[in-house]
Nanobody
Framework: QVQLVESGGGLVQTGGSLRLSCAAS????????VAWFRQAPGKEREFAAYIIWSSGSTDYADSVKGRFTISRDNAKNTVYLEMNSLKPEDTAHYYCAARLYGAYSNPRLRSSYANWGQGTQVTVSS
């Protein structure tokens, strides 16, 4: 299994920036893909971005494209989510999730990930 620990959340004003970190431990050699999801109060957990661990290929939800950047540092087993031009609607609990090597799965679906962190809260004030 893989253990994930998120950090970097906080309170920021509209237009501000934050960088979230997701530190992985355990069987990190088996990680294929890491994604960030977010969940606002009363809403479903939704996909934000993912990165392929080996190649660095990325993809983003339309709602964050152009404002968020996902990256990874393989030496530190850490994935980052750089969030710029934050809006109040970005307020949510942010989770990172890891997909291990295996059969194909839709990278934007929550059900494609078996390993989750505890999340970190991001609050954007207007």
């Amino acid at each position: 299994q893989v253990q994930l620990v998120e950090s970097g959340g906080g309170l920021v004003q509209t237009g501000g920036s934050l960088r979230l970190s997701c530190a992985a431990s355990g069987r990190t050699y088996s990680i294929y893909r890491v994604a960030w999801f977010r969940q606002a109060p009363g809403k479903e957990r939704e996909f934000a971005a993912y990165i392929i661990w080996s190649s660095g290929s990325t993809d983003y939800a339309d709602s964050v494209k152009g404002r968020f950047t996902i990256s990874r540092d393989n030496a530190k087993n850490t994935v980052y989510l750089e969030m710029n031009s934050l809006k109040p609607e970005d307020t949510a609990h942010y989770y990172c999730a890891a997909r291990l090597y295996g059969a194909y799965s839709n990278p934007r679906l929550r059900s494609s990930y078996a390993n989750w962190g505890q999340g970190t809260q991001v609050t954007v004030s207007s």
